[in-house]
Nanobody, 115 residues
Framework: QVQLVESGGGLVQPGGSLRLSCAAS????????MDWYRQAPGKQRELVASIIPGGNTNYADAVKGRFTISRDNAKNTVYLQMNSLKPEDTAVYFC?????????WGQGTQVTVSS
């Protein structure tokens, strides 16, 4: 069983930055595809960024150039650096892992961008 624990959310002003972290249990982290999703009130959950075991990344158009996903396999942790935050980035952010045919989700962390 894999557990994902997110941290780093909070309240930030527009234009500010936050870094989210997702710590994963288990010994197979380095072979997992790791993603960050977000869900705003009244909206569907959407993919924000992905990183594969080899390190290649992919981003939603809405966050390209502002967000950076990275991973530290030695620490079993994936990060989401969020810069130039906008009010429309306000959402609950979820960490997701996929490996060996199974999906795993964290509990989510709230990010609120407001002045």
């Amino acid at each position: 069983q894999v557990q994902l624990v997110e941290s780093g959310g909070g309240l930030v002003q527009p234009g500010g930055s936050l870094r989210l972290s997702c710590a994963a249990s288990g010994s197979r982290f380095r072979i997992a595809v790791m993603d960050w999703y977000r869900q705003a009130p009244g909206k569907q959950r959407e993919l924000v960024a992905s990183i594969i075991p080899g390190g290649n990344t992919n981003y939603a158009d809405a966050v390209k150039g502002r967000f950076t996903i990275s991973r530290d396999n030695a620490k079993n942790t994936v990060y989401l650096q969020m810069n130039s935050l906008k009010p429309e980035d306000t959402a609950v952010y979820f960490c997701h892992a996929f490996y060996l045919g199974s999906h795993y989700w964290g509990q989510g962390t709230q990010v609120t961008v407001s002045s």
